[in-house]
C-alpha cells in the first residue's frame, strides 16, 4: 500500500544519482527487497511504472531481487530462517528472534546511459 | 496510483496548506508529459551505477533530525497507530481532560481528508495541526517536521501524533517518536496481531481499547495479547477504555514517566 511512496523514494534515488553520476536515461533498475521488509513486489511494480512515467526512468525494466528473511534466536543463538517477521525458534522454542536478514529494501544498482 | 489503496502525496495538505517538498519526487508525472526519445539504446553505451541505497533512508534522515529536535527540547512524542475506528480520536480527548493544565501538550492530527479529528482536539483545550495526506495511506517524517514548525512546540511538553487509521503501511514510517503505541479495540477480531504483524512489532506498547464492552462480545481479551506478545513478545499491554475511565490512570502514568524522563535526558544532554 505503502508501495506507492516507496516508488517515489526509488524516483528521487535515481534522480540524485543522475547528478552526482552524470547519467540521462535509465534503462533497468535493481531493487533488493527483503521478504520480511513489508513489500508487496507486485504492488511495488505497478507502482514503479505509474511513477516512472515521464521521468528519466520511464520504462526502464525493474528486477526484483527477493532476499530470505532470517533471524537469530536471542535465547539460544540458533540462527533461523523466517518467512515472517516472527515465529519460534525450532531449537528451543523461543519466540524472541532478531531479524538478521531480510528486513531491507534499497535500490541495488542502475543500468543507465 | 497504487493499486491497493490508491496512495500517493500528491494531495498532502499540512494545517490547509500544501508542503513544498524538497526534490522532485514528490510531485507526481502527468502521464505522457516529457516524451523521451528510446532511440539509443545500444548496449555498449550502458553502464552500471552501484546505488545501495536504502528506500527509507530519505524518511529515516528527517526521523533523525526530528528524534533530535524533540530529545533537544525535552518533548516527549508518541506515534498512535491503529486501524479506523479503534477510538484514537476518543482516547486523544481523554488523554487531553486529563493531563491539560498539568502537563503541555500539543497534537498531529493524520487522515486522508477533513479537519474534524483536529477540530475535535482543540475544542478539547490542545493546540492540533491538521495533517491531510490526501491520496496518501500513512504520515511520514518530513510531514512531521513541517508540522512540527507549524505548532510551535513548548519545552518538556508532550506531542501526540495519531497517525492515519492504517495498520500496515505507518509500520515502516519513523516519524522521530519515542514510542509507537499501537491501538486495538475489543471490537476487532483477536488476531489482528497475526494479520497485520509488522504493526504490533514495530510498537513497544499496545492498548486494547473498549474494554468496558468486554461483557458483551466473544472478544477473548487473554488471546488478544497472547497473539500480540508472539509477535512481539516484549510488547507492554494495558487493558483501557476511554469511554468508561478504565485503565486510563496506568496510561497516563506511563505517559508523565516519559515525559519526566524526556526532561533528564534533554538536561543530561546539556550538562554533557
Known amino acids: 500500500m505503502h508501495e506507492m511512496s516507496l ?50 526512468a520511464e520504462g526502464a525494466v525493474l528486477q526484483i531481487i527477493e532476499t530470505p528473511g532470517a533471524g537469530r534466536c536471542l535465547a539460544c543463538g540458533a540462527t533461523v530462517a523466517m518467512q515472517e517477521p516472527y515465529g519460534l525458534c525450532p531449537c528451543c522454542d523461543s519466540p524472541r528472534l532478531e531479524i538478521t536478514a531480510g528486513n531491507l529494501m534499497r535500490v541495488k544498482d542502475l543500468s543507465v546511459e | ?64 533530525a526530528n528524534r533530535r529536535q524533540l530529545a533537544g527540547q525535552g518533548i516527549f512524542a508518541l506515534n498512535l497507530v491503529s486501524s479506523p475506528g479503534s477510538g484514537k480520536t476518543t482516547l486523544l480527548v481523554k488523554t487531553i481532560d486529563a493531563l491539560n493544565g498539568a502537563l503541555p501538550l500539543a497534537v498531529i492530527e493524520g487522515d486522508q481528508q477533513t479537519e474534524n479529528d483536529a477540530a475535535r482536539i482543540r475544542a478539547a483545550g490542545a493546540p492540533a495541526i491538521q495533517i491531510n495526506t490526501g491520496k496518501g495511506c500513512h504520515l511520514d517524517a518530513q510531514m512531521i517536521a513541517q508540522a512540527m514548525q507549524q505548532l510551535d512546540l513548548r519545552e518538556d511538553s508532550l506531542l501526540l501524533i495519531e497517525n492515519v487509521g492504517n495498520l500496515v503501511c505507518p ?90 524522563k524526556a526532561v533528564i535526558s534533554k538536561l543530561v544532554e546539556q550538562v554533557e
Open chain 2, 171 to 260: 509500520a515502516s514510517f519513523d516519524l522521530g517518536e519515542a514510542h509507537k503505541v499501537v491501538i486495538l479495540s475489543v471490537t476487532e477480531g483477536e488476531d489482528k496481531p497475526l494479520k497485520y504483524p509488522d504493526m504490533f512489532r514495530a510498537a513497544d506498547l499496545m492498548l486494547l481499547n473498549k474494554c468496558d464492552l468486554l461483557p458483551y462480545l466473544e472478544f477473548d481479551a487473554d488471546l488478544a495479547v497472547a497473539y500480540a506478545r508472539r509477535v512481539n513478545p516484549d510488547l507492554q499491554v494495558m487493558r483501557i477504555s476511554a469511554k468508561s475511565g478504565e485503565g486510563m490512570a496506568e496510561w497516563l502514568e506511563w505517559i508523565r514517566a516519559g515525559c519526566r
Open chain 1, 7 to 56: 516508488a517515489e523514494n526509488v524516483l528521487q534515488i535515481i534522480e540524485e544519482s543522475a547528478r552526482t553520476q552524470n547519467f540521462r536515461k535509465v534503462r533497468c533498475v535493481v531493487l533488493e527487497i527483503g521478504q520480511l521488509s513489508a513489500v508487496e513486489p507486485d504492488a511495488m511494480r505497478f507502482c514503479f511504472d505509474a511513477v516512472m512515467r515521464g521521468t528519466l
Open chain 2, 1 to 64: 496510483m497504487c493499486a491497493t489503496c490508491g496512495c500517493g502525496s500528491r494531495d498532502v495538505l499540512i494545517g490547509g496548506r500544501r508542503p513544498a517538498r524538497r526534490g522532485g519526487a514528490l510531485a507526481f508525472r502527468a502521464s505522457g508529459s516529457g516524451t523521451h526519445a528510446h532511440d539509443s539504446a545500444n548496449p555498449a553505451q550502458l553502464r552500471i551505477v552501484q546505488v545501495e541505497r536504502d528506500l527509507l533512508a530519505k524518511n529515516d534522515e528527517y526521523a533523525g
